[in-house]
Nanobody, 128 residues
Framework: QVQLVESGGGLVQAGGSLRLSCAAS??????????MAWFRQAPGKEREFVAA????????IYAESLKARFTISKNNDGDMVDLQSNRLKPEDPAVYYC???????????????????WGQGTQVTVSS
């Protein structure tokens, strides 16, 4: 069974940056075969799409409100997906989840139901 493991979360001051990473614990899983995405969920709120990247890393999509500050990247050699988050704001704290979805279409999707595998999440906290 595929397990995705996120890392890199923590406490950062407003205006600071964090780089989140996602790796699979299964040796048979390869990010080059899946669309990969990041979602986030704050307490009391629904899970929110952040960014996604397609299987070959050539196409990425973002939540409109976040695309100026967040960058998703895929390291197929290292079999990892990263989310660089800059200029963090007080509204950014959440648990950030990595997800993997079947590459049925050429472009990734914003809908959480399109993703088969999910990590346990990593907490991001922003201090003002």
């Amino acid at each position: 069974q595929v397990q995705l493991v996120e890392s890199g979360g923590g406490l950062v001051q407003a205006g600071g940056s964090l780089r989140l990473s996602c790796a699979a614990s299964s040796g048979t899983f390869s990010v080059s075969n899946y669309h990969m995405a990041w979602f986030r969920q704050a307490p009391g709120k629904e899970r929110e799409f952040v960014a996604a990247i397609n299987c070959n890393g050539g196409t990425s999509i973002y939540a409109e409100s976040l695309k100026a500050r967040f960058t998703i990247s895929k390291n197929n050699d290292g079999d990892m997906v990263d989310l660089q988050s800059n200029r963090l704001k007080p509204e950014d704290p959440a648990v950030y989840y990595c997800a993997a979805g079947a590459a049925i279409t050429s472009a990734p999707d914003k809908r959480p139901e399109s993703y088969l595998y999910w990590g346990q999440g990593t907490q991001v906290t922003v201090s003002s």
